[in-house]
């Protein structure tokens, strides 16, 4: 009873906070958030980072002096155009399944020499610090917005990351006794006034799992898949998940089949 | 060096709508990091744009001005073809020109 209370309460402040004189149904909320969306979009600074991602790919660096252009990233080497939607995927040259952020430390330690340390060592931005990685993302998946996903379970070691990935997502563990579907199992389930979407639906996967990487307002950063499970992992006080972790790509494989046929419209804009 | 700004200039109309998004951290000098210190105010101050050597838009920014800015206007007097040039400073005396042809 209390609780409903407190939700109501929440949610009548909201409204009040947003100045939603006209907001009375329940999907108002919501619907007022994707007209915040709308409104970010079209100056998305996203394409800041795109840029700068296309700049890192053609320019030579590291110890051989020579650009990620040859970086096979699933469509062949060099092909970048519509690489985001066939990963993660299993390699044959490293014998691993792989998701564009390990594939790219792959890339710059075979092509450019660095050491798979260096490659790691600054995965996400933040203030005052613009990294590579997070640019070459932004500028990948770019390059498959309006293709559909299509990542494949065939191989056998494809179909362990699945399953593992799977697993992953409904472990429950932690301080908290979370999983990913304590959160992401369920329908009409929110945080705040933000309505988290129900990840083993296939309709809301390929709505959230084609909108990352994303352009994070309050942060004022683009950020990937991997910061994405990596925050996830945060916020359920799980152990801090090893940027490009055999878990890490499992769970990313798992998310991206169930987003199967959506959409990339990434990088997109949130709040 | 700054990294550059993305700019589109199109006609609407009879008019010029241009759209620039600039990358700049834009700290306000509230901020404190994690050890306590405050960050230094940095921010841009003017923005500018010509087109023709004409100067269109002059502006003068503080703090409150969000990170990675987003700027829209429209001017008109222009045709499809010129340059639109955008040029800002900051605090730090940080300079960035770039400039962007206008599209029918």
């Known amino acids: 009873m209390t609780h409903t209370w407190i939700t109501a309460a929440a949610l009548a402040a909201g409204f009040f906070a947003a100045g939603l004189a006209t907001a009375q149904d329940k999907d108002s909320t919501s619907k007022q958030i994707e007209r915040y969306r709308e409104a970010l979009a079209e100056g998305n600074p996203a394409e800041l980072w795109e840029a700068r991602g296309e700049a890192l790919w053609k320019e030579k660096r590291g110890p051989k002096g020579a650009s990620l252009e040859r970086c096979d990233l699933g469509l062949g080497p060099g092909i970048v155009k519509g690489a985001y939607t066939v990963l993660p995927k299993y390699f044959a040259d490293t014998g691993k399944v792989e998701d564009l952020e390990s594939r790219l430390v792959t890339c710059m330690v075979s092509l450019q020499g660095f050491t798979p340390g260096e490659a790691k060592k600054d995965p996400f931005g933040g203030p005052g610090k613009k990294v590579p990685m997070d640019a070459l993302v932004a500028y990948i998946a770019s390059e498959s917005r309006g293709m559909a996903m299509h990542v494949s379970i065939a191989d056998p070691k494809e179909r362990e990351a699945y399953e593992l990935g799977r697993q992953i997502f409904f472990y429950r563990g932690g301080p908290h006794d979370f999983a990913c579907a304590s959160c992401h199992g369920a329908e009409g389930k929110r945080i705040r006034l933000q309505d988290l979407p129900n990840l083993t639906n296939p309709a809301d996967a390929r709505k959230a799992y084609t909108t990352w990487p994303a352009y994070r307002v309050s942060q004022g950063e683009v950020r990937s898949m991997q910061w994405r499970l990596n925050d996830c992992f945060r916020q359920q006080r799980f152990p801090e998940l090893e940027f490009t972790s055999p878990a890490s790509i499992a769970l990313s494989l798992y998310l991206a089949r169930t987003a199967e046929g959506g959409v990339m419209d990434a990088p997109a804009i949130k709040r | ?104």
Do not use: C, Y
Request: charged fraction near 25%.
């Open chain 2, 1 to 104: 060096m700054a990294d550059p700004m993305k700019i589109r200039a199109t006609m609407v109309g009879d008019k010029v709508e241009v759209k620039v998004l600039m990358a700049h951290e834009m700290e306000t000098g509230q901020r404190k990091d994690s050890k306590g210190a405050i960050v230094p105010a940095w921010f841009i101050q003017n923005v500018t744009a010509t087109v023709n050597g004409k100067t269109v838009l002059s502006a003068e920014w503080g703090p409150a001005v969000a990170k990675n800015p987003f700027l829209s206007f429209r001017f008109s007097g222009a045709k499809a073809g010129d340059k639109v040039v955008i040029t800002w400073t900051d605090n730090h005396g940080d300079k960035r020109s770039d400039e962007a042809t206008i599209a029918a």
